[in-house]
């Protein structure tokens, strides 16, 4: 087999914590990292190491901080970490939607007042009707979720609503936007992701080649300056957190600074698709 | 300083002229002279008859090699709908010389201000179509930017909405010096210029600018282009190009 191709690394402009490893209250049925409810096979990152990990982003001069899971609003420690996160950097909370509650609403938004860069909480949903949605999330996952789009909306934190292409159907985006039009959210903002072979959706094969990398810019992909944060050590990117060929370092983030393998399947995706867990 | 002319001659013809009545030393474009609206062709005269020293925006690197598309950086698919639309348009509306002469713009400029190394560029020193908006550049970041690329001052636009950040007691500074082709998302059909002095402290001044812009919204309708293009230089509230505003930004807006 030939040499794994690699990503340089550049700069560390995107921090991700997996707050919560994976553990989450839900059992997706494509989850990119096999989270659930029972004993995470990657655990929770404890706040200690959290808040290491962002002192050492902002002395790097990280642009930008995002905290997800599984279910990163089970975290206990989950304000006073965003709060910390907030005086350093813009930051996005990636949440399923189903855990909110009104009290939590206003914490965070006062935690956006607060702050003088921008709080953002997405919020995954995987179809814009409820049946659909729910055949991949669990009963009553939509409602749930759609509650808690219309609180932070409410509170003027804007969520920008979040899904995974899994019927690749053109008008998927439309959907999403009739969906939060039809709530009467006046900002309404969506990002569609691809579908990642990774997690409960893993394909067996695919690699990226240095020949399909030629005269490609590989400083365009998103390991290039991005490095993900877990209780188990430093990752490339967040879709491959835990996975032991894409650890970079076993908790130092200065010593994850290295060139990224790019040996999955879900590195041909980033690559065919120009893919990014970030905002935009 | 101004940015983001998206073929608005009319709103240029204003700035310039209000620049030239506070007698600014040097005029300097950060780019992205096309975009949204009509007559591509009209800027270029006025940005050589008031001796405007250019630097390159993705959209005139784009226009310049008639691209795929205008690498603005949008991922929202209704962005790029009318991204689609208002570049294809400004491609086709280009004559070959102006192209020609936007190949050959500079992709920063470097300017000494009393003490200070000025860096301008279009998007962020590193990258052409990077967004730097005021809450999703935290003061760190601008600093690595700072470090990396020698400079002490920093100029850029491309986002559309101005902003400043001083560092340090001074010893930093980075300025976003906003657009001029379409108003910013403040609900007034106003644009945005900066002037910048160094005597010898440095001292950023954003300069509103009022213009005639029902003649560039009729212009933009009578092209056939978008209406929403039109409805903006009206009531000063963007229509399209939202999705990559952060929060903080996307709530001080209509849409």
């Known amino acids: 087999m030939s040499a794994v191709a690699h990503a340089p690394f550049v700069a560390l402009s995107s921090l991700w914590l997996v707050l919560t490893g994976t553990l989450c209250n839900l059992r997706c049925t494509h989850c990119l990292n096999a989270s659930g409810p029972d004993e995470p096979w990657l655990a929770p990152l404890d706040d200690a190491a959290a808040r290491r990990a962002i002192?050492?982003?902002e002395r790097l001069?990280?642009?930008?901080?995002?905290?997800?899971?599984?279910?990163?609003?089970l975290h206990r420690e989950i304000l006073p970490l965003l709060e910390r996160c907030l005086v350093v950097a813009s930051t996005t909370v990636l949440t399923n939607g189903t855990v909110m509650t009104e009290a939590l609403a206003d914490a965070l938004a006062a935690l956006a007042r607060a702050s003088r860069w921008s709080l953002e909480i997405r919020v995954s949903l995987d179809a814009a009707d409820a049946e659909a949605n729910d055949r991949v999330r669990g009963a009553g996952t939509w409602q749930r979720a759609v509650k808690t789009i219309q609180a932070l909306d409410a509170r003027g934190l804007l969520p920008i609503v979040?899904?995974?292409?899994?019927?690749?159907?053109?008008?998927?985006?439309?959907?999403?936007?009739?969906?939060?039009?039809?709530?009467?959210?006046?900002?309404?903002?969506?990002?569609?992701?691809?579908?990642?072979?990774?997690?409960?959706a893993a394909a067996a094969d695919g690699r990226l080649s240095e020949g399909d990398l030629d005269g490609f810019d590989r400083t365009t992909l998103q390991c290039a300056e991005t490095r993900a944060i877990t209780a188990d050590g430093v990752y490339a990117c967040p879709i491959l957190a835990g996975l032991p060929e894409a650890r970079l370092s076993d908790g130092d983030l200065g010593a994850a600074l290295r060139p990224a393998p790019l040996y999955h399947a879900a590195c041909v995706t980033c690559h065919r698709t120009g893919a990014t867990c970030r905002n935009a | 300083m101004l940015g983001g002319v998206y073929a608005n001659a009319e709103a240029l013809a204003a700035v310039l002229a209000d620049a030239a009545s506070r007698d600014a030393d040097a005029i300097f474009c950060l780019g992205d002279l096309g975009g949204f609206g009509p007559h591509p062709d009209r800027v270029f005269p006025l940005l050589r008859?008031?001796?405007?020293?250019?630097?390159?925006?993705?959209?005139d690197e784009a226009v310049a090699a008639a691209a795929a598309d205008c690498n603005c950086g949008y991922t929202d698919p209704r962005d790029n709908y009318y991204a689609r639309i208002s570049y294809a348009y400004t491609v086709a509306h280009t004559s070959a010389a102006n192209r020609a002469w936007l190949a050959t713009l500079p992709g920063h400029r470097r300017v000494r201000l009393g003490a200070h190394r000025v860096l301008m560029?279009?998007?962020?020193?590193?990258?052409?179509?990077?967004?730097?908006?005021?809450?999703?550049?935290?003061?760190?970041?601008?600093?690595?930017?700072?470090?990396?690329?020698?400079?002490?001052?920093?100029?850029?636009?491309?986002t559309g909405i101005k902003w400043r950040r001083v560092l340090d007691g001074g010893a930093g500074h980075a300025v976003n010096v906003g657009v001029v082709g379409r108003p910013e998302n403040d609900g007034t059909p106003r644009v945005w210029y900066t002037m910048l002095t160094a005597e010898p402290e440095l001292d950023v001044q954003f300069v509103p600018v009022a213009y005639d812009h029902e003649v560039t919204a009729r212009a933009i309708e009578a092209e056939g282009l978008p209406s929403e293009f039109a409805e903006t230089l009206r009531t000063g509230w963007w229509t399209t190009c939202l999705e990559n505003l952060p929060s903080r930004e996307r709530a001080r807006g209509r849409f």
Do not use: Q
Not at chain 1, 61 to 73: D, K, S
Not at chain 1, 183 to 190: C, Q
């Open chain 1, 55 to 57: 002192a050492e982003a």
């Open chain 1, 61 to 73: 001069g990280v642009r930008e901080i995002y905290l997800t899971g599984g279910e990163p609003f």
């Open chain 1, 162 to 200: 979040t899904a995974t292409d899994i019927t690749g159907e053109p008008d998927t985006y439309e959907r999403f936007r009739a969906l939060l039009s039809g709530l009467g959210i006046a900002k309404p903002r969506v990002k569609i992701l691809p579908m990642f072979p990774v997690g409960r």
């Open chain 2, 49 to 59: 008859d008031h001796d405007v020293r250019v630097v390159r925006g993705n959209y």
């Open chain 2, 121 to 158: 560029c279009h998007g962020s020193p590193r990258r052409i179509n990077e967004f730097l908006w005021e809450s999703t550049t935290p003061d760190g970041f601008l600093r690595r930017l700072l470090a990396e690329h020698e400079a002490d001052v920093l100029r850029c636009t491309h």
